[in-house]
């Protein structure tokens, strides 16, 4: 009897409409589920080499052991492919209802291959399995789709991803969308597109079967009483907050800013044209109080979101345009150099229903908003438009041309790199990305080391999921010394210690103990991935203790885990696998063609340029100490310190060793006995 798993892999092939099924067992007791198992069937299914466009190469989504369990937050999707356009590793997730749906249909893992003659879209409705035309679904946008759907089918249950225009028009930023929620970033949606792929609905009412529903009740009561008592935390905070605004003092939203550095996309505060008011505009209790009507939580599947009432997905209304769950609205205002509410909702809007990646569709506008400024390009160069910071036309029109691949946004559309290699070097020097990526631009991290090795290492070239840079030690530290409280200073040097074995692990701007601290949160966050838990509900009950993968978070895992599966797993083994599987996309991109250390990099302007006002007025990161700490995060996860490549003995140790004889084929393995 097999628990929490359906042991099922889902097999469609869209150029013959070949439909078949194989068993899901060869792969979860080493790799779990989710983004583990996915990454072993894309080494297994990919060529060296391939196109991510090429038919053959897979999209995967897999759901991990606790979707659909009942266990509050087991609900993630994850979605695997190649990278479009680069190439390498891509895996992006969201919430929602879609994965429970699809375990109860009967699926722990959906493999698609092929490209179908015509507009097409998948229904799964537990072993009846339909490919149905989508002809008439074709240029519909993300929010459309879905209801045309469960109208046709007559089942408004029906759970839908699907890609909007931009998918269809194999846009380099395009996402896919469900319920609000995007796997956004790396070309997923173009990779659906290309497949003319428009959309997946599942309808499943098998349910799953847990191994100890009792135990998976208890530890939904605990989650509940710990989230409560975070919650009450939390409204206390709330309730400072509005008391600090009342008092017209500064105000923590603007203190957490501060410390996020991230004003103006590296052009710094003054230069961005912004004020800390218009900052605050984006405060959640400002920004809610202003944006009355249609207000309220949208939680995923089992989830009661109590812990994170303040910051989780969110509705709100858009002017004349519906309802939107939005994020954080604060890294609209930095980029887009506007704190115009009514424009960035619309801006928001658009790119959802066109199935944009937002984070990606952000840094290009500001980029193009930065080197016009700069008088590097001219309106010329963008069809007549005045790329002028915080213009509404440059910001909307932008945003239309990409989707539509219409006249400069044709060439944006294949990713800003290709626009700015054909504007010249001085354009391309602005830009700020990862192998052609744009996502982790949130955060101006000069200031914030644990950032720049994350994102220099991140398997995925570039992700707004590889650090939340602001952690709690952090945060505690900065307002401890802004607010000249000794108390919170001290308490933050004592977390620091205890978790990455360093003091200096508070203080962003150092690099001791930073690579534990980068390793843990990874960790973490492969938890998540590979068993199908929504990280954000770790966040936000166990804080601190989540974000640095402490025993007490590692053992929850392992048990909740154990109770959908029967499958005794220790912590120990839970983390071996953390570290398993992302070796293994290591390997992946190696094979690939990533070069190890030579590719992890960070932007040459956050290396070279200073900052140039706010709290840290002058930091910049160094090289030779980031090329230190890489050395010091590869011995961590057993790769060779020289090159950055998984070793042979590490790919043993994993029972990987056809990993290591690839590579060692292709001429890659590293030389070196010892990490
Ligand atoms: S914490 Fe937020 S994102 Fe996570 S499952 Fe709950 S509602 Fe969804």
Redesign the pocket.
């Known amino acids: 009897m097999i628990y929490g798993w359906t042991n099922t892999i889902l097999h469609i092939d869209l150029t013959s409409g070949k439909i078949s099924k194989t068993s899901s067992k060869p792969y979860i007791r080493e790799f779990l589920g989710g983004r583990g198992v996915n990454v072993k069937l894309l080494y297994e299914l990919t060529k060296p080499g391939q196109n991510p466009l090429d038919p053959q190469s897979p999209i995967i989504l897999g759901w991990g052991p606790l979707v659909g369990s009942g266990i509050i937050?087991g609900?993630q999707t994850e979605i695997t492919f190649r990278t479009y356009p680069n190439g390498l590793y891509g895996t992006a997730n969201f919430?929602g209802q879609l994965g429970p749906e699809m375990k109860f249909a009967g699926y722990d893992h959906v493999i698609i291959t092929g490209r179908a003659s015509k507009p097409t879209y998948i229904y799964i409705e537990n072993d009846n399995i339909e490919l149905r035309d989508a002809s008439g679904l074709w240029g519909k946008d993300t929010f459309e789709t879905p209801d045309l759907i469960k109208e046709e089918i007559g089942d408004p249950d029906i759970k839908v991803l699907c890609i909007g225009p931009a998918g269809e028009k194999l846009v380099a930023f395009a996402s896919i969308e469900h319920n609000y929620r995007a796997a956004a970033g790396h070309g997923a949606g173009a990779i659906m597109g290309s497949k003319n792929l428009k959309a997946i609905a599942v309808r499943g009412t098998k349910g799953i079967k847990v191994y100890d529903a009792e135990k998976i009740l208890q530890i939904n009561e605990e989650l509940v009483n710990r989230g409560k008592e975070v919650g009450e935390k939390k409204l206390k905070e709330v309730e400072e907050e509005i008391e600090r605004r009342r008092e017209g003092k500064e105000t923590n939203w603007i203190v957490k800013r501060k410390l996020g550095a991230s004003i103006g996309n590296l052009n710094g505060f003054s230069e961005a044209g912004l004020s800390w008011d218009d900052i605050e505009k984006t405060n959640p209790i400002v920004f809610k109080e202003e944006q009355k009507g249609a207000q309220g939580f949208y939680?995923?599947y089992a989830?009661p979101?109590i812990w994170?009432w303040l910051d989780?997905?969110w509705m709100v209304k858009v002017p004349g345009d519906g309802v939107m769950v939005l994020g954080c609205m604060s890294w609209y205002v930095y980029r887009m150099y506007t704190s115009d509410m009514k424009t960035l909702l619309e801006a928001d809007m658009l790119m959802s229903r066109y199935g944009l990646d937002h984070q990606s569709i952000m840094g290009t506008i500001s980029w193009l908003m930065q080197i016009y400024d700069k008088g590097i390009i001219s309106a010329k160069d963008t069809d007549g438009i005045p790329m002028e910071k915080g213009s509404r036309e440059a910001i909307l029109t932008t945003i239309h041309k990409i989707a539509n691949r219409e006249g400069f946004g044709n060439i944006l559309a294949d990713g800003a790199l290709a626009f700015a290699q054909k504007l010249g070097k001085e354009a391309e020097y602005y830009l700020i990305h990862k192998k052609g990526l744009l996502q982790s631009v949130s955060y101006d991290y000069r200031v914030h080391v644990n950032r720049a090795l994350s994102t220099a290492v991140d398997t995925r070239g570039d992700t707004i999921r590889s650090s939340s840079g602001l952690f709690t030690p952090t945060v505690m530290y900065f307002k401890g010394t802004h607010y000249n409280n000794p108390e919170l200073v001290r308490e933050a040097l004592r977390l620091a210690k205890e978790a990455y074995g360093t003091e200096k692990a508070a203080t962003p701007w150092e690099y001791e103990g930073v690579e534990n601290l980068v390793r843990m949160y990874q960790d973490f966050c492969l938890a998540g991935d590979i068993t199908g838990e929504?990280i954000?509900?770790f966040r936000?009950i166990y804080e601190f203790k989540a974000d640095s993968f402490q025993p007490e978070v590692r053992e929850l895992f392992a048990n909740m885990v154990s109770a959908a599966t029967g499958v005794n797993i220790t912590a120990d083994e839970l983390w071996r696998i953390c570290n398993k599987v992302i070796t293994l996309e290591r390997a992946w991109n190696i094979r690939e063609g990533h070069k190890g250390r030579e590719d992890d990099t960070i932007p040459r302007r956050l290396l070279e340029e200073r900052l140039p006002d706010g709290p840290f007025k002058g930091y910049t990161l160094n090289k030779e100490k980031l090329e230190e700490l890489k050395s010091r995060y590869y011995a961590l996860r057993g790769w060779d310190i020289e090159t950055g490549i998984p070793t042979r003995e590490t790919l043993e140790k994993y029972n990987l060793k056809d990993v290591a004889d690839d590579l060692e084929k292709l001429g890659k393995l590293p030389k070196t006995k010892e990490a």
């Open positions: 937050g609900n919430g939680p995923c989830c979101s994170r989780c997905p929504c954000f509900v936000g």
